[in-house]
């Protein structure tokens, strides 16, 4: 099992704000992708959401879900 919100909340410790959001937007997590925007509090990391939501590209190998 990957650790997903674990990953997340290790990239937040290491300002990998970016990976952080796109791990949380990959696993359909949009309410915590939205909180933490809320909780860091910088327009940066509000607009690489909205960058993401409109532009979601592909997905790194590392953050793909197996179908289960």
């Known amino acids: 099992t990957k650790l997903y919100h674990e990953q997340a909340i290790l990239y937040r410790r290491l300002g990998e704000h970016e990976k952080a959001l796109r791990l949380l ?3 359909r ?3 915590a992708a939205e909180h933490y925007c809320e909780e860091i509090g910088q327009n940066d990391v509000f607009l690489f959401l909205m ?3 409109l532009e979601p590209g592909e997905v790194p190998t590392e953050y793909v879900v ?3």
């Open 25 to 27: 937007v990959m696993i």
């Open 29 to 31: 997590e949009f309410a």
């Open 51 to 53: 960058g993401i939501y």
């Open 66 to 68: 197996p179908n289960a």
